[in-house]
C-alpha cells in the first residue's frame, strides 16, 4: 500500500468531485505492460508442456500407486489426514458446518455420490462422483506459474498465473509462495562476491557437518561428481552443488544473507537467518523470483515488476502515470560475476538441454531449482532482454513425481521457458534477436589470470603464474591468520597445476602420435628417470605407461577414470595393481594407499 503506487490505486485517489475512483463504474483505460503476443506464446507453451506431456506422465501413477495423487512414501493414515485437511477447505464444508451437521454426518456427505459437472482440458464434463473423490481428482492437476519481464524496466511482459482461471484461480505468480531450492543459490553467491570472493575461487568438494541451532546439519547432494577435489565456484553453480554452498555459508553472515533477500525484493517476512537457508527452503513467490534475477543482467539494479503504464478517464486525460521502481542490490563488478556464472549453468551444467535439446542460440545465463520430494522444480531463465521465471508443481506438496528424473526443475519447469522463447524468437515483429549477447565488458573473463597460467608453455614460466595466483586468494582470507592464507595459496596454486594437467592431458582418450609425444616430454623432462624405471620394473605397454602419466601428474583417481576411453573394467583393474607401486617409488605419502583401496 505504501510502496507501490499502483496498489490499491483507486482508493488512494479521488476524481474532481471528491469521491474515489471506481474501477467498474468510471470507465478507465489502463493501459498495461502486457504484450498480447507474448502472452499467448507464454500460455501455449505452459499448456504444451504441462497438459501434453507432464499431466500424462503423471497421471500414470494411477496405475502404482495406491495413494494416487499423493506421494506413495505417505503413510494411509497420512493421507487421509491429509485429505482431511483438504475436505475442511471445501465450500461445502463450511456451508454443512454452519448449518450445524456433525463431523460424522459431514463425513457421510462428501462419501455420498452425487452429480456434478467437472473440469477436463477437454471441456466440462457431467459425471457422478462422492464429493471426496472429486477433492482427489482436482487435486491431481498439476500447477504452475510463469512470468516474463523485461529487466531494463520491470514490464510485466506475459504472465500466467495458472492454467485455468474458471477452476484454478488461485494466482501462482503473485500470490502463491513455495520452496525455491536451488534457485535460491545465485543470491548466496552474490553475497559471496560482494565480499571479495571470485568465480575462479577454490572450495573443497565434501560433505561437511555444520553446526545449526546447536544441532549437527550434515547437507545431502544429488551426486558426487568430483568428490574430495577443491573446486572453482563457478563448477559449484553450474552443478548445483549443495556443498559448495553450505560451505559459502558458512563463510559468510546468514544475518547477511537475509538482509541481502530482502534487498532482492523478496518480501517474505517468515524468512530467518540460518546455515539451511543456502538450500532454499524459504517460500517465494514467482513474481518475486523474476524481479530479483533483473540484477544480474541490469548490472547489480533490481527492477520491481511493473504492470500498468498508465490510466486515463473514460475522457482519455492522463490521470495517473507510473514509472519504473528500482534499486541497487549488488555492485556492477558482482553482477558481472553472477552472469559469468549463471551463463555457465547453461553451457554445460543443469540447464545444459536448452542447447542441445531445445537449441537455443545466444547468451541465455539460468538456474535449475528442485525441492525435497520433488515438491517444487523451478527454472529461472536470463536473456539479455528478458528475465523470465517457472515454477511447477502440486497444489500440495505431497503431490509430485516420485523420480527425479521427472520432478527436477530441468524437466518439469525448464521446456516451459524453452518452448516460450522459441516461439518468442521465431516472431520477428517483436524485435528479441536470439543471437543477442549480455552488456558485459568487452573479453570480459574473471577467471582469465587462470586462463593463462594453464596455456603458458615454458614451464617456469608456468611456475611463476601459478606463485603469483596464489595472492588472489588472499582477497577473502583477509580475515584469516598468516599461516591459513599460506596453506590456501598452496591448495590454490595446486589445483591450478591439476588444471593444467588435465587440460594437457584430456587427449590421451584418442591423441594425436604429436600431441602423445609432447605429453611425454614433458613429464621425462621433469622426470627423467620415471619412465626408465617403469619400463624396467613393471615392462609396461604404452596404454599402461599413459596411466602412470597421468599418475605423476597427480591426477585424483575418480579423474583418471574418466578420462580412459572404453574398457573402464581393465582399466580399473590394471590401476589396482599400478597405482600402489607408482606412488611407493615416487615417494608419494603412504596414505593415499588407503584413499586408493576406498575408491576401488
Excluded at 503423471?58 to 512414501?73: D, I, M, R, T, V
Excluded at 527454472?379 to 497444489?395: E, H, K, Q, R, S
Excluded at 568487452?442 to 603464474?465: H, M, Q, R, T, W
Aim: aromatic share 12%; charged share 25%; glycine share 6%.
Amino acid at each position: 500500500w505504501e510502496s507501490d503506487p499502483l496498489y490499491g490505486w483507486c482508493n488512494k485517489n479521488k476524481k474532481r468531485n471528491g469521491d474515489y475512483y471506481s474501477i467498474y463504474t468510471d470507465g478507465l483505460r489502463v493501459h498495461t505492460t502486457i504484450d498480447s503476443r507474448m502472452q499467448k506464446y507464454a500460455e501455449q507453451a505452459v499448456y504444451e508442456h504441462v497438459v501434453k506431456y507432464l499431466q500424462p506422465n503423471f497421471n500414470e501413477g494411477k496405475k502404482s500407486k495406491a495413494n494416487f495423487p499423493y506421494s506413495s512414501s505417505l503413510t494411509a493414515q497420512q493421507v487421509q489426514q491429509v485429505l482431511m485437511r483438504n475436505v475442511r477447505q471445501c465450500e461445502r464444508y463450511r456451508v454443512l458446518k454452519e448449518s450445524g451437521a456433525t463431523d460424522s454426518e459431514i463425513l457421510k456427505s462428501f462419501r455420498t455420490p452425487v452429480s456434478m459437472s467437472i473440469f477436463t482440458y477437454h471441456g466440462t464434463v457431467d459425471t457422478t462422483m462422492t464429493p471426496i473423490d472429486s477433492i482427489k481428482y482436482y487435486k491431481s492437476f498439476l500447477r504452475t506459474g510463469f512470468v516474463s519481464i523485461c529487466p531494463q524496466n520491470g514490464h510485466v511482459k506475459a504472465y500466467v498465473g495458472g492454467l485455468d482461471f474458471s477452476h484454478f484461480a488461485y494466482d501462482m505468480v503473485m500470490e502463491g509462495r513455495r520452496q525455491v531450492g536451488s534457485t535460491i543459490k545465485p543470491f548466496l553467491y552474490s553475497l559471496a562476491m560482494e565480499n571479495g570472493f571470485s568465480p575462479c575461487d577454490l572450495a573443497p568438494n565434501v560433505q561437511q557437518t555444520y553446526i545449526v541451532a546447536g544441532k549437527p546439519w550434515t547437507p545431502r547432494n544429488s551426486g558426487r561428481a568430483r568428490y574430495g577435489e577443491m573446486v572453482t565456484l563457478k563448477w559449484g553453480l553450474q552443478q548445483s552443488n549443495n556443498w559448495i554452498s553450505a560451505y559459502l555459508m558458512s563463510k559468510l553472515s546468514p544475518q547477511a544473507f537475509v538482509d541481502l533477500l530482502h534487498q532482492y525484493g523478496i518480501n517474505n517476512p517468515e524468512i530467518h537467518p540460518s546455515m539451511a537457508l543456502c538450500l532454499g527452503p524459504c517460500e517465494i513467490t514467482v513474481g518475486e523470483m523474476a524481479s530479483a534475477y533483473t540484477a544480474f543482467v541490469n548490472h547489480g539494479i533490481r527492477a520491481s515488476h511493473m504492470f500498468v503504464t498508465k490510466i486515463e478517464d473514460g475522457e482519455g486525460n492522463l490521470v495517473a502515470q507510473f514509472a519504473p521502481r528500482m534499486n541497487e542490490v549488488i555492485s556492477e563488478e558482482s553482477a558481472h560475476k553472477m552472469l559469468y556464472m549463471l551463463k555457465a549453468v547453461v553451457d554445460g551444467g543443469t540447464a545444459g538441454r536448452l542447447r542441445f535439446k531445445y537449441n537455443l542460440k545466444g547468451d541465455i545465463a539460468g538456474k535449475t531449482g528442485t525441492t525435497n520430494n520433488n515438491s517444487d522444480a523451478w527454472f529461472m531463465g536470463i536473456t539479455p532482454t528478458l528475465v523470465n521465471a517457472c515454477w511447477v508443481g502440486g497444489d500440495d506438496r505431497d503431490i509430485h513425481f516420485e523420480s527425479m528424473s521427472m520432478g527436477q526443475g530441468a524437466t518439469m519447469a525448464l521446456p516451459i521457458f524453452a518452448l516460450y522463447m522459441q516461439k518468442v524468437y521465431q516472431d520477428k515483429q517483436l524485435g528479441y534477436n536470439e543471437n543477442a549477447i549480455f552488456d558485459l565488458p568487452d573479453g570480459y573473463d574473471p577467471c582469465s589470470f587462470v586462463e593463462e597460467a594453464l596455456e603458458a608453455n615454458d614451464i617456469e614460466e608456468k611456475k611463476a603464474l601459478i606463485s603469483l595466483l596464489g595472492k588472489r586468494i588472499e582477497s577473502y582470507t583477509s580475515s584469516n591468520t598468516e599461516k591459513e592464507i599460506q596453506r590456501n595459496e598452496k591448495v590454490f596454486a595446486e589445483a591450478i597445476y591439476d588444471r593444467f594437467c588435465y587440460l594437457t592431458t584430456h587427449v590421451l582418450i584418442k591423441p594425436t602420435e604429436k600431441e602423445w609425444n609432447s605429453i611425454k616430454k614433458l613429464v621425462e623432462e621433469n622426470s627423467p628417470d620415471f619412465k626408465l624405471l617403469l619400463k624396467k620394473k613393471f615392462g609396461l605397454r604404452e596404454d599402461e605407461y599413459r596411466v602412470c602419466i597421468l599418475v605423476w601428474l597427480e591426477f585424483q583417481p575418480n579423474q583418471i577414470l574418466s578420462l580412459m576411453d572404453k574398457d573402464y573394467a581393465y582399466v580399473s583393474k590394471v590401476r589396482r595393481k599400478l597405482l600402489w607401486k607408482v606412488f611407493h617409488i615416487d615417494g608419494k605419502p603412504a596414505e593415499f594407499d588407503i584413499r586408493l583401496r576406498r575408491t576401488f
